[in-house]
């Protein structure tokens, strides 16, 4: 089973198990892809709520910040980053050139088409939504195989009563669903270089998008 580890800071060598990171753990709204922040109380805090002695609802004091460091088999690290969060609503906010600004239309622009074939499709409990994101490398040079990453799980489709309301029902949550992830992670992308998260330090960027929609 994989786990969270932090460096640094006040919490510097604390772990947790992966099903056990939100109980101590609040994931920041992202700001700029390729980045993602946790927030945490202090590490007694920390233990105490992992002993149930205490719940989030009831820690004290200030949290800490910490970014995603590297992505590994064993491990997700996690490093201390007190001015993370200036740094990346700074690139956030930063004015675009114009090859910038014309890749992020054309990210809209996906976006749209995407959000217009999701609202048409006709979606049963056995279709898979997949998004595809193709990048370049630092020099520019693309990269052969994208990115799959599927926007929303089939199974808020299956086992539902048969009644035609209910079933209505979640294929409204299951397309908001996809929906919002588009919205996430094509309409939202940067078309600045992003860090890598493996811990080597090198960047990528987006260079465009492609929808599947298919059954299983």
Not at 42 to 60: F, M, P, W, Y
Not at 90 to 113: G, I, Y
Not at 125 to 150: C, F, H, K, W
Request: net charge negative; with cysteine; proline share 7%.
């Amino acid at each position: 089973m994989s786990e969270f580890r932090f460096e640094g800071g006040p919490l510097d060598g604390f772990t947790v198990a992966h099903p056990e990171v939100n109980l101590v753990a609040d994931s920041l709204p992202p700001i700029t892809a390729g980045r993602s922040f946790l927030s945490l109380p202090s590490l007694d805090q920390c233990e105490r709520i992992l002993r149930g002695e205490l719940t989030k609802a009831g820690v004290q004091g200030p949290y800490h910040v910490y970014e995603l460091f590297s992505r590994g088999e064993g491990a997700v690290v996690f490093r201390s980053s007190p001015d993370g969060l200036a740094s990346a609503f700074a690139e956030r906010d930063a004015p675009l050139e114009e090859e910038a600004q014309n890749r992020r239309q054309e990210f809209e622009n996906l976006a749209d088409e995407f959000t217009r074939r999701v609202r048409e499709f006709q979606f049963t409990s056995d279709s898979v939504v997949e998004l595809l994101m193709y990048y370049a490398d630092d020099q520019g040079n693309p990269i052969p195989e994208p990115q799959r990453t599927e926007l929303s799980t089939p199974l808020i489709l299956k086992g539902f009563p048969s009644d035609e309301a209910t079933r209505a029902g979640a294929l409204r949550m299951y397309v908001k669903n996809v929906i919002d992830n588009i919205d996430s992670l094509v309409r939202g992308a940067t078309p600045l270089p992003i860090p890598v998260n493996d811990g080597t330090g090198r960047k990528v960027r987006y260079l465009t998008f492609e929808l599947e929609i298919r059954a299983l």
